[in-house]
T-cell receptor, first 116, second 113 residues
């Protein structure tokens, strides 16, 4: 398994400000993912973060709004920029751990963001 | 991705079996997953099934896969109050995103004494 921690666990922010969320993994992984879970909704993939290259964003998400860093194989950050109340969500990072039999995705505990 | 469909709510009595259904979208998905999310907690992988399997049993959990209809189900035998949670079905996305997941909206399972 993989142990994933996220900071902060929760935050309340004012509109127009930015928040950077950190994700730390206890072992080296190639692929890290950032998801958003809006209230009462499912998880939506924001982007895939590979070390040494720019993140790949899904439709509806752009780098200016959600810049991502991946400086090494155990760490990534997601910034939520110029926040509005619509950005209130749980943000989760996940990692893919492959084995001979299948690829498992492990999720961090999430960062609960409230934008006022 | 397109929508993975799940019923939103299910209520069962303790000791009964629960069956949660899911319809997925991508016939090329290699793996299909069931995740559990308890209130205020992160996502926990419950079980998965490889796309060339019809059934997988893991203690109280039974996963059935009908690839022709793109239908996945999770059966929980002898459901306990501790099983109350939201259950997410997810399919693997075979794309530039590697093995990122496309989730359903989740089924909220309530187990009553």
């Amino acid at each position: 398994s993989a142990v994933i921690s996220q900071k902060p666990s929760r935050d309340i922010c004012q509109r127009g400000t930015s928040l950077t969320i950190q994700c730390q993994v206890d072992s080296q992984v190639t692929m890290m993912f950032w998801y958003r879970q809006q209230p009462g909704q499912s998880l939506t993939l924001i982007a895939t973060a590979n070390q040494g290259s720019e993140a790949t964003y899904e439709s509806g998400f752009v780098i200016d709004k959600f810049p991502i860093s991946r400086p090494n194989l155990t760490f990534s950050t997601l910034t939520v920029s110029n926040m509005s109340p619509e950005d209130s969500s749980i943000y989760l990072c996940s990692v893919e751990r492959g084995s001979l039999t299948y690829n498992e995705q492990f999720f961090g505990p999430g960062t609960r963001l409230t934008v006022l | 991705g397109e929508d993975v469909e799940q019923s939103l709510f299910l209520s069962v009595r303790e000791g009964d079996s629960s069956v949660i259904n899911c319809t997925y979208t991508d016939s090329s998905s290699t793996y299909l997953y069931w995740y559990k999310q308890e209130p205020g907690a992160g996502l926990q992988l419950l079980t998965y099934i490889f796309s060339n399997m019809d059934m997988k049993q893991d203690q109280r959990l039974t996963v059935l896969l009908n690839k022709k209809d793109k239908h996945l189900s999770l059966r929980i035998a002898d459901t306990q109050t501790g099983d109350s949670a939201i259950y997410f079905c997810a399919e693997s996305l075979n794309s530039n995103s590697g093995y990122a997941l496309n989730f359903g909206k989740g089924t909220s399972l309530l187990v009553t004494p």
